[in-house]
């Protein structure tokens, strides 16, 4: 398996950008953040299903939550190698495991869960498969001479609400999730567990091309697309949110019944 960094960042991590950690019942969760993103995005979610009872895993990504510097001396292999490590720990505590993740998170949980057909179910919300950005056929070149570009965190309708992110993007290690992206993308047709899609209407970050993508390719499981009207990227602390918490309770108790 892909290893992690030798040695931890001496780097401070950034106030409420700690991972999450419940431990609860049989039924484990893995949830995921996103590209220059924090557990903060998500840990509404991961405290309403440790509500529930489950136990829950919410892990802060290499590099992430300290500087967009930091992220960019990283790449996907140490990602996903800190979200296999947590799944590893949830199959020794519980009988049956889910994962979810928002954006870039959805792709690694979708990682999880091809490496290992055992995993239960899917919670995907605005999912990173594909993009069509005209930036990006230049990235390969690009990212050797240009740092990092301005970022994108922070998509989220409801007034008054923040997500704890870099307001910039490292085009090194978003390079490194390009060729993630592309690895899960040709693997997509063998990923066989139930889904449930959750779509923002309004997405100023992946592009309608990314869910369309994975619709044409992931064609032997179940998808469930739910859309939701009043989000915008960052849906999990934004006016959805409930939406997307008790639904993937449902989708959960609906699975290991």
Same mark, same amino acid.
């Given at each position: 398996?892909?290893? @992690?960094? =030798?040695? !931890?960042?001496? #780097? /401070?991590?950034?106030?409420?950008a700690e991972p999450y950690s419940h431990d609860g019942n049989e039924v484990g969760v893995l949830?995921?953040?996103?590209?220059?993103?924090?557990?903060?995005?998500?840990? $509404?979610? /991961? =405290?309403?299903?440790?509500?529930? *009872?489950?136990? #829950?895993?919410?892990?802060?990504?290499?590099?992430?939550?300290? @500087?967009?510097?930091?992220?960019?001396?990283?790449?996907?292999?140490?990602?996903? /190698?800190?979200?296999?490590?947590?799944?590893?720990?949830?199959?020794?505590?519980?009988?049956?495991? +889910?994962?979810?993740?928002?954006?870039?998170?959805?792709?690694?949980? @979708? &990682?999880?869960?091809?490496?290992?057909?055992?995993? =239960?179910?899917?919670?995907?919300?605005?999912?990173?498969?594909?993009?069509?950005? $005209?930036?990006?056929?230049?990235? $390969?070149?690009?990212?050797?001479?240009?740092?990092?570009?301005? *970022?994108?965190?922070?998509?989220? &309708?409801?007034?008054? @609400?923040?997500?704890? /992110?870099?307001?910039?993007? $490292?085009?090194?290690?978003?390079y490194s999730q390009t060729q993630l992206m592309k690895i899960v993308a040709?693997?997509?047709?063998?990923?066989? %567990?139930?889904?449930?899609?959750?779509?923002?209407?309004?997405?100023?970050?992946?592009?309608?091309?990314?869910?369309? +993508?994975?619709?044409? %390719?992931?064609?032997?499981? =179940?998808?469930?697309?739910?859309?939701?009207?009043?989000?915008?990227?960052?849906?999990?602390?934004?006016?959805?949110?409930?939406?997307?918490?008790?639904?993937?309770? !449902?989708?959960?108790?609906?699975?290991?019944?």
């Amino acid at each position: 398996m892909w290893q @992690t960094q =030798e040695k !931890e960042s001496s #780097v /401070a991590i950034m106030p409420g950008a700690e991972p999450y950690s419940h431990d609860g019942n049989e039924v484990g969760v893995l949830l995921c953040h996103g590209y220059t993103s924090t557990p903060q995005s998500l840990r $509404p979610w /991961a =405290e309403h299903l440790a509500e529930q *009872g489950y136990t #829950v895993r919410l892990p802060l990504l290499a590099g992430h939550g300290r @500087t967009w510097q930091e992220l960019n001396r990283t790449t996907w292999q140490q990602w996903y /190698a800190d979200l296999d490590r947590e799944y590893a720990d949830l199959t020794k505590r519980c009988e049956v495991v +889910f994962a979810g993740g928002l954006s870039m998170g959805a792709l690694l949980a @979708t &990682k999880i869960a091809l490496e290992h057909p055992q995993l =239960e179910g899917l919670v995907l919300i605005n999912p990173m498969f594909k993009h069509n950005h $005209p930036m990006l056929p230049l990235l $390969p070149l690009l990212h050797y001479v240009i740092p990092s570009f301005p *970022g994108l965190a922070g998509d989220i &309708k409801k007034d008054g @609400t923040t997500e704890l /992110a870099y307001d910039r993007n $490292p085009l090194h290690s978003m390079y490194s999730q390009t060729q993630l992206m592309k690895i899960v993308a040709e693997s997509l047709p063998k990923l066989t %567990q139930p889904v449930l899609l959750y779509r923002s209407r309004v997405d100023k970050v992946i592009p309608p091309v990314s869910a369309e +993508f994975f619709h044409s %390719q992931a064609t032997n499981c =179940e998808v469930t697309e739910i859309w939701l009207e009043n989000s915008y990227h960052v849906a999990t602390l934004d006016n959805d949110a409930p939406q997307i918490f008790e639904g993937s309770v !449902e989708f959960i108790e609906k699975l290991r019944n």
